[in-house]
């Protein structure tokens, strides 16, 4: 059984866009979904589908990540296949256009799981990624207001982070994930990130750490969105996979998941699951989290995670 979820992001989503991101999430399940009817593997179709939302300055992630404190964009990806566990990941690359690719050759190419900063650089140049800016015009604009207000006192992002979301929505708008299911029966999750706005240059937030920000097993593969910190102190996408391993749906398993979050951390978060048998689920405690998926039988992408008096 084939299948393959994406989300766009777990947050407010103020300001909406929504059918335009509900299309490219439609159009990354189509192309990951492709790679698997053509016979490729559930990692494949996971790149495939990330590099779409990765190419879209809609998502915070690729072109249109977020940036720090420092007016940097330093982004983190990661890949994990559940038949191996094996793992590969990334975290404060800059001036890379697609992040999860350099994750899987992380995976591919390397005895590694995590490479970081420079030295994730080095290795992407070896490898062949060209320089690339992924800063658009648009993020540098709210870069430049945000840290205005920072400088004149008015929020300090991490010690009052609840806030400063409540009045910036757009601070949480767009990770982007994906997990798929192949013929084989071979699960991947992958995810992608700019992070946060205004983090601290070196920060690392969920999306690159196993467990926390993805997760895969020969049963089940998840992927989470939201803030970073919290989700990494739930171990968040491996909760949901053992949830799916105890016999639950993966809707249910999602659900559960993020009530642990609800009832631990208070953070906001979201999750997207599939299970051995191409059976997908997902949750969120927030205003909305854009998703879309595609299984065998279906002609179409459905999507959902949208406020209805959005659409
Ligand atoms: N979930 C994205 C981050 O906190 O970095």
Redesign the pocket.
């Known amino acids: 059984m084939k299948a393959i979820i994406v989300h766009g ?1 777990a947050g407010r989503h103020r300001g909406g866009r929504f059918r335009e991101k509900l299309d490219v999430l439609r159009e990354a399940a189509s192309r990951g979904f492709e790679t698997l009817k053509k016979g490729g593997d559930s990692v494949r179709a996971c790149e495939e589908a990330i590099k779409c939302l990765e190419d879209s300055p809609l998502f ?1 992630a690729g072109t249109g990540s977020v940036l720090t404190l420092d007016g940097r964009c330093e982004m ?1 990806a990661s890949i994990m296949r559940g038949d191996t566990y094996e793992i590969g990941a990334v975290a404060g690359v800059e001036r890379v256009k697609n992040p999860i690719s350099l994750a899987i050759k992380v995976m591919e190419e390397t005895d590694h799981v995590l490479l970081m900063g420079e030295g994730a650089m080095k290795f992407a140049r070896l490898m062949g990624f060209e320089e690339y800016d992924p800063i658009t015009e648009e993020r540098r604009r709210q870069w430049e207001e945000l840290k205005k207000e920072f400088l004149e006192g008015k929020e300090t992002p991490w010690n009052r982070i609840r806030s400063l979301i409540k009045r910036y929505p757009e601070l949480l708008a767009g ?1 982007v994930g994906c997990v798929a299911i192949d013929d084989r029966g071979v699960i991947a999750a992958g ?1 992608s ?4 706005f205004l ?1 601290l240059f070196g ?5 690159p750490i196993p467990g926390a ?1 993805i997760y895969a097993t020969p049963h089940a593969g998840a992927t ?6 919290g ?1 990494i102190r739930t171990g968040l996408s491996r909760t949901a996979c053992s949830f799916i391993r105890s016999g639950i749906s993966p809707m249910k398993a999602a659900e559960a998941a993020i009530d642990l979050v609800d009832n631990t951390v208070k953070t906001s978060a979201g999750v997207i699951a599939i299970d051995a048998q191409g059976n997908v689920g997902f949750a969120y405690n927030t205003r909305a989290m854009p998703i879309a998926f595609m299984k065998d039988g279906m002609d179409s992408p459905e999507t959902g995670g949208v406020p209805p008096d959005e659409m």
């Open positions: 992001g915070n983190d990770t995810s990130t700019g992070g946060v983090k920060r690392v937030g969920d999306t920000g989470a969105t939201g803030i970073g910190e989700i």
